[in-house]
Nanobody, 112 residues
Framework: QVQLQESGPGLILPSQTLSLTCTVS????????WDWVRQRPGKGLEWMGA???????YYSPSLKSRTSVSRDTSKNQITLQLSSVTPEDTAVYYC??????WGQGTQVIVSS
């Protein structure tokens, strides 16, 4: 059974770089594409980026300048980095195998 578990800092200061990890079990991450999605308070789901089976990353144009998605196949993990965060980046962040499997999400609050 495929399972995804996000982990992250919970609370981060403005201007810092957010780093989130998605640990996948039940399948090798090299088998599928993996995506990051977030939901800000009162907003809908927002696609942020993805890493394909071959390791190629793709990003939302609106976030491309601040986003990096990578993977560690030895740990079966996908990582999202979002730089120069502001309170507008406060959200629940999800990793997903589009779109059959989702993690439970991890809440991130950007606040001083």
């Amino acid at each position: 059974q495929v399972q995804l578990q996000e982990s992250g800092p919970g609370l981060i200061l403005p201007s810092q770089t957010l780093s989130l990890t998605c640990t996948v079990s039940g399948v090798s991450i090299s088998t599928y594409n993996w995506d990051w999605v977030r939901q800000r308070p009162g907003k809908g789901l927002e696609w942020m980026g993805a890493i394909l089976r071959d390791g190629s990353p793709y990003y939302s144009p609106s976030l491309k300048s601040r986003t990096s998605v990578s993977r560690d196949t030895s740990k079966n993990q996908i990582t999202l980095q979002l730089s120069s965060v502001t309170p507008e980046d406060t959200a629940v962040y999800y990793c997903a195998q589009p779109w059959d499997y989702w993690g439970q999400g991890t809440q991130v609050i950007v606040s001083s």
